[in-house]
Structure formats: C-alpha cells, structure tokens
C-alpha cells in the first residue's frame, strides 16, 4: 500500500533511515563523541553559555582571536537525538585557523515539541549575533550550519525576521526541508506533528518574503544518502532560487549523512572551502 510518493511503509522509513547507507553507525556517532572530546580537551578559552532560561538553552563556544568570523553549527539527530557535547568537533579545524565556534544545544522530542525546538535554536543563533561583539567575533562575519534535523533547525531560524539580514551565509547538510513524509514515517513517534503542524513547520512552504529574505545557502550532501534526502535538498533549492536566493549544491563523493559534517571546517576539502567563502563573500 503507498504511503507517500510510491513509498509503501517500509519504503519510506527506509528513506528516512539514514543508517542504511553506513557500514557502522555506531562507529560513525562514536566518532562525533570522540573528536568532540578532543576539542574540549586541547582548545583553549572554551565556554558553556547559556542563551535562556531552560535547562538545555545552553551552547558552547570556543573563541579565536579578536574579530574572528563566527560559525554557528546546529547537531541533527531527528530531533530527539544527540547533543552540542557530540558536536564541537568541528572546532578542531576553524578555531587554529582563526574562525570562532559554536555548537547550539536545544530541548529534545517528546519532552520538547518541534515548535519548542525551533523557538530554542532561533533564539540561541540571535543571542550570538547580538552578542557576537562581546564574545570577541566579528557581528558582520556569522555562518549558520546544521545537519540533517539541524538544517531544518537552522533553515527556520533564518527564516525568523528577527534575523534578516544578519547572517552572511548558511551551509545546510543533507537536510529535510519538507516535514509532511516525517509524518507518515517512524520517525514521527516521538514527535507526534500532524500534516497542518508538519506544513508551517516546514521551511520549504515558507511565505515567499521569508524565502527572500534568506542569505546566500549552500546546500550539502553525501554521495551515500537515500533518495529522499536528495529530493528534499533539490525542492529546497528550487524553491530557495525562485525566491532570488543564491544557492550553491554540492554532492559531495565519498561521504554519507553522519561523516559529511566532518569537512565542514577543513578548507582543503570541496565542502570547507565553500564554507569558507561564505564569510569571505
């Protein structure tokens, strides 16, 4: 029986199991703990900080020298997973060439509810602009990136108009820009959305001045990802671009959903470097 688009069930969990294009996933989260680890472990001047008053309001920041750029990243995990504790690692390649870091932590389903999560993570990227002077960053100089459940997170937040025209360029991998087949997949358990949550919650049926609104976008994925995740980053960018915004795709080979985010900040990879010039634009 179709579900969605020809999916039967067992098809479309399928599509939004990223795990099936990975040898090991444990491996690959393993591996977020570990360099996050690292990063905690061997750079300097890092600080917890607290963006509001919830308990998992808080974000973690590692400074690198006075008017740095700043890149703000947002960890996936479908909204009910991970953390910012599993997602500083890519600290270990911007901050020693000059880029701040930080790593937003937010509330996860089904404690949180999706609206919850989006208001957390918007709120915690407008508290670092306003206070990205104070924290010794250049407030001119912001990149937003998220992954996956986090692209989503960080799509909506430049969406918000209290933060247009604020942030210089967005690096959003492999992302789900459209939540109506979440609905109808496992996913959806815990974070119970139905079809009209699931549709404003959606940065891809925005109001076409939000879309406009949006800064220059470059969109990710790895080679090893399911079809659904490639269908939601081209809609995506179809969407983006007949709004007038800049969007630059990549399909980057030899990667998959989990170890994408590792070339986020290494410059000699083709990922880094378009994160790179999105400040330097």
Request: glycine share 10%.
């Amino acid at each position: 029986m179709t579900v969605y688009r020809g999916f039967d069930q067992r098809e479309l969990d399928r599509e939004y199991s990223p795990s099936t294009k990975v040898a090991d996933f444990d491996a690959e989260l393993a591996a977020y703990a570990a360099q996050s680890r690292r990063a905690y472990q061997e750079l300097a001047g890092h600080r917890e900080l607290r963006y509001g008053t919830a308990g998992p309001e808080r974000l973690d920041f590692f400074p690198a020298g006075p008017g740095a750029p700043l890149h703000v990243f947002v960890h996936g995990g479908f909204w009910q997973e991970l953390g910012k504790e599993d997602s500083v690692f890519p600290a270990l390649d911007l901050v020693p060439h000059g880029t701040a870091f930080a790593a937003v932590g937010y509330g996860l389903a089904p404690q949180w509810t999706v609206e919850q999560i989006t208001e957390q993570v918007t709120t915690a990227v407008l508290w670092l602009v306003e206070h990205a002077a104070e924290l010794g960053t250049d407030p001119a100089r912001v990149v937003l990136s998220g992954s996956s459940a986090g692209a989503h997170l960080a799509a909506s937040a430049l969406l918000d108009p209290r933060l247009r025209g604020r942030i210089r360029g967005a690096a959003l991998l492999s992302g789900v820009y459209d939540l109506e087949p979440v609905t109808l997949s496992y996913v959806n358990q815990p974070l119970g959305l139905d079809l009209d949550r699931a549709r404003r919650l959606s940065p891809l049926y925005a109001a076409p001045d939000a879309l406009a609104a949006l800064p220059p976008v470059l969109l990710a994925l790895g080679e090893h990802e399911t079809a659904e995740f490639g269908r939601q980053q081209a809609e995506f960018a179809e969407t983006a671009r007949e709004n007038g915004v800049p969007v630059h795709e990549l399909l980057v080979g030899g990667r998959n959903h989990f170890d994408l985010v590792f070339d986020l900040g290494k410059v000699e990879t083709v990922l880094g470097a378009a994160v790179e010039a999105l400040w330097r634009s």
